[in-house]
């Protein structure tokens, strides 16, 4: 089944210990993409990867970092979580490495930094 | 200004009826334009998605543009509960950055 798998779908965490979520999909997809959901905010774009070893930042990529060192991987990390970082996260995926091509989701991950 | 504004709603229409969800942009140079559904919890998923002026068809929805007034919109005809989701409408810019409204939620009554 063509999907995007991220992980773990709920996390916990205290202030300043390391975390990462993984994402992975099989669908041999160009880019991939990191957001942010928070009420009233909408989606905001963290990071996005527009092919292997390509990365760059979007609208809030402050206290993250990625990597794409493989083409079905897209890990981000929070080196040092705090608070203001409790969120809805979603990794996405699309064909090619423009916006014209339409994004498939992960299911998502719900951080709590306390 | 936001790239894209959409109403929060929430928007309720009986079972049966047509709902119109509306989104307006504010990029001129705007190529790409695309409607997610989005269930409470679950990650958003794609409905439709339009390049051009007019009407897109597929099913139940219809998706509309006019690049003129910097307005698309999706038409839901025969409105079942199941549609009672939030509704995000995305925009590709004239620079190639993407920007999500914040969603209109609807309710479709019983």
């Known amino acids: 089944e063509a999907q995007v798998t991220q992980n773990p779908r709920y996390l916990i965490t205290v202030t300043g210990k390391k975390l990462t979520v993984t994402c992975s999909q099989n669908?041999?997809?160009?880019?991939m993409s990191w957001y942010r959901q928070d009420p009233g905010l909408g989606l905001r774009q963290i990071y996005y990867s527009m092919n292997v070893e390509v990365t760059d930042k979007g609208d809030v990529p402050e206290g993250y970092k990625v990597s794409r060192k493989e083409k079905r991987n897209f890990p981000l990390i929070l080196e040092s979580p705090s608070p203001n970082q409790t969120s809805l996260y979603f990794c996405?995926?699309?064909?090619?490495?423009?916006?014209?091509?339409?994004?498939?989701f992960g299911n998502g991950t719900r951080l709590t930094v306390t | 200004q936001k790239e894209v504004e959409q109403n929060s709603g929430p928007l309720s229409v009986p079972e049966g009826a047509i709902a119109s969800l509306n989104c307006t942009y504010s990029d001129r140079g705007s190529q790409s334009f695309f409607w997610y559904r989005q269930y409470s919890g679950k990650s958003p998923e794609l409905i439709m998605f339009?390049?051009?002026?007019g009407d897109k068809e597929d099913g139940r929805f219809t998706a509309q543009l006019n690049k003129a007034s910097q307005y698309v919109s999706l038409l839901i005809r025969d409105s079942q509960p199941s549609d009672s989701a939030t509704y995000l409408c995305a925009v590709t810019t004239g620079a190639n950055n993407l920007f999500f409204g914040t969603g209109t939620r609807l309710t479709v009554i019983p």
């Open positions: 996405a995926s699309s064909l090619w490495a423009t916006y014209n091509s339409p994004l498939h």
């Open positions: 339009i390049y051009s002026n």
């Open positions: 669908m041999n997809h160009e880019y």
